[in-house]
């Protein structure tokens, strides 16, 4: 029997109609003070912290904080799809020291059949702000994904140890920060029939305030994978997102791959939908 691929809409539904379902369950807003105030007294009372919730702040990748995050993504890399669910923890020893750990849940489908389901790779990440001025900021740091994949298809069986660097620059005029980025990943063990891993991806991305808590982040993203004589690949992914809650906000991210959609590291499109909570 021919396997087609089931409709685009099916797809997303399955993928992202819990997460849209969750995310329409109203929230609880705290109710008002009922005391009347003379127009001195109220003066006097400090404006409410959801009316000065700076977003760069919030989410500022550079200035450390506790926090969960919960994301559900599917991708599209032409001749098979990856739907994954991501819990991420950050925990931070400082405001300038953190750690992060992820393990996805996903399921592989290939165009011919045979989709393979299960946990995929552990991360883990170590990252420590080596500088900080009025303008910007520069972290460094360092990533070891685990091969914990339940299947073959969900990982690519090697342990993975990669370094980083980025930087975080503020541009006020514009209300944005601008973020460069390099990292460097080599394997460094795993399966030994599973063609090794070792790359470079260069980043850069824009993050921009909005009114009402809400803000856009762009990131162009380009690939180059040394295993594979150095084969290029590249994308770009729009955020668009909002603070319902001073500690809490959700997003959309779609993306597109713009050059080696057909290379290990390309894609031909992404969706995620995802949420944020600090603590």
Wanted: net charge positive.
């Amino acid at each position: 029997m021919i396997h087609r691929p089931r409709p685009l809409l099916c797809r997303i539904n399955q993928v992202f109609l819990p997460l849209f379902i969750g995310l329409a369950i109203p929230l609880s807003i705290q109710a008002e003070e009922g005391a009347i105030q003379t127009p001195n007294q109220a003066a006097a009372v400090p404006a409410p912290v959801t009316s000065t919730v700076d977003i760069a702040k919030r989410i500022d990748p550079t200035d450390f904080k506790n926090r969960f995050d919960l994301r559900s993504e599917f991708v599209d890399y032409g001749n098979a799809s990856m739907q994954t669910l991501v819990p991420r923890f950050e925990y931070a020893f400082s405001k300038s020291l953190g750690f992060r750990t992820e393990l996805p849940i996903a399921r592989y489908d290939p165009a011919t059949g045979g989709a393979s389901a299960g946990i995929g790779n552990l991360l883990t990440r170590v990252a420590w702000r080596a500088l900080r001025t009025d303008d910007y900021s520069v972290v460094v740091g360092s990533e070891l994904t685990f091969d914990t994949a339940s299947s073959a298809a969900l990982g690519s069986g090697k342990h993975v140890l990669g370094t980083f660097a980025f930087a975080a620059i503020d541009l006020p005029q514009a209300k944005s920060v601008f973020f460069p980025y390099i990292q460097y990943g080599k394997s460094i063990g795993g399966d030994a029939s599973r063609e090794d891993v070792q790359y470079t991806n260069l980043r850069a991305s824009i993050l921009t305030r909005w009114p009402a808590k809400a803000y856009s982040f762009i990131e162009y993203a380009h690939w180059f994978d040394h295993q594979n004589a150095d084969r290029a690949s590249s994308q770009i992914k729009v955020e668009l997102g909002k603070f319902i809650l001073p500690k809490t906000g959700f997003y959309v991210r779609p993306g597109t791959g713009l050059s080696g959609t057909d290379q290990r590291f390309g894609m031909q499109w992404s969706f995620e939908l995802g949420m944020r909570h600090f603590f």
